[in-house]
């Protein structure tokens, strides 16, 4: 947060450099809602008094900092009149993804989206690579402890359905991504042949299992 009002606008910049289709989510607590153009293509997930501090509590972070903090940004979206979305601790993940789909259903219905199945792939697939080299960046740092290819991380199925909500999670090195892999992508069946784990939810709906 100390630095988001120096980043947020460069992270802008690099988006507005992104090929025009398809559609770009961009978040991440660089971002303040004073850099929104449009709010009806915004949403500020904010959780309420109670839950945070309920939450801080828990981890041993009951920081008066972290309350300033939270005060800063609901200020600045208030500011903004971009939508907040206030979460709680009755709230379910899916009701919180329920609620920002329907803020997003009509900026998400004028597109432009990936709308064939190699298109989807190749979002997926550069989504995990961008995971991989955020690791090795991390690991290349002189104080950074462990190595980028001993680290195991989950990535996204890359199956392509529009339905699938996988995770794949590799159980070696030789299993992660890499620029300079064969070509072919991770799906919950190439994950069991090569020894990681992760379901399709097209697999589940014929018959397959966790």
Same mark, same amino acid.
């Given at each position: 947060?100390?630095? =988001? ?7 802008? /910049? ?5 090929? =025009? ?14 850099? @929104?153009? &449009? ?15 309920? !939450?801080?509590?828990? *981890? ?26 206030? @979460?709680?601790?009755? &709230? ?27 298109? *989807?792939?190749?979002?997926? *697939? ?22 980028? /290819? ?10 392509? &359905?529009?339905?699938?909500?996988? %995770? ?7 299993? !992660?991504?890499?620029? !300079? ?8 069946? *190439? ?10 939810? %097209? /697999? ?7």
């Amino acid at each position: 947060m100390s630095l =988001h009002r120096e980043r947020g606008p460069m992270v802008v /910049d690099d988006v507005r450099r992104l090929p =025009h289709a398809p559609l770009v989510v961009a978040e991440g607590t660089c971002f303040s809602a004073a850099l @929104v153009e &449009d709010a009806s293509r915004a949403a500020w997930l904010l959780p309420t008094a109670t839950l945070q501090r309920e !939450r801080l509590e828990s *981890r041993g972070q009951a920081n008066r900092l972290y309350l300033l903090l939270h005060e800063v940004i609901e200020r600045e979206a208030r500011t903004s009149a971009v939508p907040i979305v206030f @979460v709680d601790s009755s &709230d379910t993940v899916e009701d919180t993804v329920r609620t920002v789909e329907e803020l997003f259903a009509p900026a998400l219905a004028a597109g432009p989206r990936a709308d064939t199945k190699a298109e *989807r792939r190749a979002l997926l *697939r550069e989504a995990n690579l961008a995971i991989v080299e955020q690791l090795r960046g991390y690991f290349a740092r002189p104080w950074a402890v462990g190595q980028a /290819d001993t680290t195991v991380r989950t990535f996204v199925c890359e199956c392509g &359905d529009p339905s699938c909500v996988a %995770k794949v999670r590799p159980r070696s090195p030789r299993a !992660r991504p890499r620029r !300079r892999s064969p070509p072919g992508n991770i799906t919950r069946r *190439r994950a069991a042949r090569d020894g990681r784990s992760g379901t399709c939810s %097209k /697999d589940r709906a014929r018959g397959g299992s966790r």
